[in-house]
């Protein structure tokens, strides 16, 4: 049965896609390509575009399709997420006027240099009252939109559809239970050694070995590339044009390897999207933290991995045969999981990295609840640093100022990622029930691996929402238990912990 | 004196300019960075964003501003000229209907796969049809926006405002007149030997002497990039982002130098515009031939001149030292020079090149003056080239084939290349009355002869048409004797020929 409502309507969100698609494009080119002075008509190309793109997504034809479409009984369950989910971001668009809208970006755009100003020379006073507007601005946006519960759901919302702060609070309870105290018992005992990571490596080595192991991944060069960058990410243009970068310390190789893995992740579920859905929910990604999930298990679950080291630390060792000629397989597998309490979340392992999510979960919920004022935020920072890492924080650039999110307005952000390695674990607890990964990862041959991830996630779009997605993969809910078992499983071996 | 509508017209045409420079990016990456398989979401984005372009040039706010303005008598000459040049393009545009244009884009994107097929097994007839229908829909087109005098000169005023066909005619008349009787004595003397250009030359090695190159050109690498392509092109997104682009040939250095140089010389020109008038006529090129004498001002007056050699040679002797081990400074600048009959427009030295422009203009016209049909062109193609070049040619793809211009639609084109030579001999000579070029070309001091160029042109845009530009800077309207007088200096000695 053909509706033409319904294709009028994926008509006009493709459209948006492919604008925002472009746009893509720019801001790709500007981390990695663009020369300085070119930064000036970048900003205004952004700007023209994004407002073009906001005046189609809320443009009437749009919005009345999407309200006919949303009372459609004849829609089957596919089209009726595409309109439900269109039509949830929708709402919030028009619940905010265009003056809001301008305001919180001209305040995001003043709020970068000075947090960037701040963060350079450690003085948080220089970015305090733009965070303070911004908080302020964020406060009314989740009045302006509403909310059920909690007043910090709405900010979740943005990034992970239908994620409460009740779940979030039971999830990082059991990490506070569980992973807090295991990792108090790792501390206790003697760290592998992680000292050769760090010696002169050629740098066009280094890109090489990267990408030997991202098309070993199954990541498709004809849809996709890699360029070098300051601060790596991943963008999806289209499953036909997959952009990883990677960052490059010529005095650490630990770098480039498991940024190139983790973004090499993101990058497989993008080109794993259905193209012929483009632009609507079921070709876009679940959310955030599965996202999250996908990048985390590449990076951790497979990336350091015993078998996956079995297989490419010869390879490694034979494009740097100087650098690693005393080192073993084994070593190299251990040094990669060192779990070492740390001051910055993006240079934390796989285990405490959950210590500095909480940290951040746990401030910004206060925040919003009204019970902190941005005055109070470095001395609560510093100790719950103290609290859960046992850290002394030396400065406020180590700490409170070091992330980049809340200058973009991202309050709600950070939870997706603990959430994302969380999901990682219980898919892989799954896919061993189907697959002997490890037999497969130790041959180097991760393409049954990628296929059983297309299988079950990535082809779904965001048919499902996470939590559902979850439940059709793993037979369950988000069950912080196989997290636990991984970790446990991995790091008793590692740091010989018999219990 | 503040004038609201003259200011909200200048802020319409910025940006329509923002996104255009957006479209460019696009591309820019297309030729550059884009994986096979973005090809699809590349040509949608494409679309989508000229679709926009379109409805903003032609919006009734920015047509009815323009009538107005165009009888505002309290404008100034520069706003003048501003509202007077997008007024141009307007009319144009308002003339032909959207189902026009369509049909128009329709036959273009399907001409230019036909073309690649056709010039690939050289089958003219495969071709053919498409072209028929090119030159039918631009004949309708001349009918639409009118013309004066010849039904040709409506073609040329898209790529060069009020040129006209009388003004071809008489130049291409001097052409017939002095350079084909002075290219035929110079081929009855022996030719340099050009062969060591055709070595094994590291590619790397040939990027860095070209970038070399390039920063003495006083090219501003803030400003811009060079990228690998295969088909070489300039790209000015905005005067702070102009890119150039290079092919590589590994067996001959020649390709890289020369092609380097000429897109160079178009970056200069767009990298000194004036910023402050982006997206109006006073900040864009004053026309394609004053673009193009840029280009060819370096790669030939300047490029190609002894001075320049005496000074890049032992450079270029250094990065290649087994190559040109027994090569002089001398032999290499007679190589640059070396004059000999080709089928081949793009291989051409700087004097047969314009036997190729002739030849395409007398072509063009004839089919705009109804005097040609499609299957008369290969015949005729070939009788021109036996005539002006002595040459048979013996197939179509090495004919009429060749170039890409007509599929794209864009008759009236060519001419713009041999005017471009033309205005840069004569600003060449007018720079020569208050440089010493040939001193500071010697001293690798480009410097001064980038900033005559910036004074005299770059700044200027579109502020004046060319004819006027030319009259302004060189003190008379295009004289071709400057031509002929640089190459009869220039010629004469290379290969001893006394007159």
Redesign the interface.
Known sequence: MSNRKYERFCELNR?IA??S??AG??SW?QET??????????A??MG??SG?IHNLKTDKELVGLTEELLHDSSLDDVARTNVYEFNRTLQKSLQLSTEFVEELNRTISAAYPAWHQAKTYSRFELFAPHLERLIELKKQEIQLTGYQLHPYDALMDDFEPGLTTHEVDRLFDDVRKELVPFVQTITKHSSPDDSFFNQPYDENLQVAFGRTVLEAMGY??????M?RTEHPFCIG??P??V?VTYKIKPHDISEIIWGLIHEGGHALYEQGLPADQ?GLASGSAASLSIHESQSRFWENNIGRSSAFWNFFFPKLQLTFPEQLKHIHANDFYKAANRVTPSLIRIQADELTYHFHIMIRYEIEKSIFEGKLTVNDLPGFWNKLYKEYLGLDVPNDAQGILQDVHWCHGGFGYFPTYSLGSFYAAQFYYAMNKELNTEELIEKGNLIPILDWLRTNIHQHGMKHRAQQLCEKVTGEKLNFAYFMQYAHKKYNSIYHINN
Not at 33 to 42: E, F, L, R, S
């Open positions: 459209k492919v604008l698609s472009a494009l720019l080119d390509h663009m020369p300085p002075k070119g930064a000036i008509i970048k205004e190309q023209v575009l073009i498709d060069f004809s849809s996709g590339r360029d243009l289209h036909g044009d952009r483009f």
